[in-house]
């Protein structure tokens, strides 16, 4: 069964600190992997997209890691900022033209 | 411009009332999605257009009717609605040409739907 798996289910750190999220995934076949972030009550913002070949991409403060063998990501915040508070959600996309498998999501509070 | 316009943003309608959602986009997508999100979980997909055409329907019940008149619009006509209905309804488009599970979909800011 495809199935996307996040942990922490939810996180709290104070602003300037690093954290990282974890999503584990059984996908087959695999295409890529996604994470995204949403706001609350605001529709998904894409973070980064990484294929079974690639294993870090960064986008600002967000560097993603993918480890295909172990069917693992990560998604690392450098600097947090109040602003990072939001739900990180990653999401594989399967090979097979079909949808996209969802995570639930890690909910991130940055307090000051 | 990598936008995705949803209007209105907020709609609140009783379980007798017609409405619909309306999205756009100008990316020259040609696929688009409806996505239900309830507070707390994924968002679930429930329709696929592509090339302004239905290819997926993921057994939404028919009080949702959606419609996509050219290849920057997409509507969600809405009928009947239960009160369960209620949720975040959220548009996407995306590039084609190499399936569905391949392409980056860019998501409007949602309509919050309430049903009384």
């Known amino acids: 069964k495809n199935q996307v798996e996040q942990s922490p289910q939810s996180l709290i750190i104070l602003e300037g600190k690093n954290c990282t999220l974890q999503?584990?995934?059984?996908?087959?076949?695999?295409?890529?992997l996604r994470w995204y972030k949403q706001d609350t009550g605001r529709g998904p913002v894409s973070l980064t997209i990484m294929t079974f070949s690639e294993n870090t991409k960064s986008n600002g403060r967000y560097t993603a890691t993918l480890d295909a063998d172990t069917k693992q990501s990560s998604l690392h915040i450098t600097a947090s900022q109040l602003s990072d508070s939001a739900s990180y959600i990653c999401v594989v996309g399967a090979g097979n033209n079909r949808k996209l498998i969802w995570g639930l999501g890690t909910s991130l509070a940055v307090n000051p | 411009d990598t936008e995705v316009t949803q209007t209105p943003k907020h709609l609140v309608m009783g379980m007798t009332n017609k409405k619909s959602l309306k999205c756009e986009q100008h990316m020259g997508h040609r696929a688009m999605y409806w996505y239900k999100q309830k507070a707390k979980k994924p968002p679930e997909l429930m329709f696929v257009y592509s090339y302004e055409k239905l290819s997926i329907n993921e057994s939404v019940p028919s009080r949702f009717s959606p419609e996509c008149p050219n290849s920057s619009l997409l509507n969600l006509h809405l009928h009947a609605l239960q009160p369960e209905d209620s949720a975040l309804y959220l548009c996407?488009?995306?590039?084609?040409?190499?399936?569905?599970?391949?392409?980056?979909?860019?998501f409007g800011a949602g309509t919050r739907l309430s049903v009384l």
């Open positions: 999503c584990n995934y059984t996908v087959s076949p695999f295409s890529n």
């Open positions: 996407a488009s995306s590039q084609l040409g190499q399936g569905l599970g391949k392409n980056i979909q860019y």
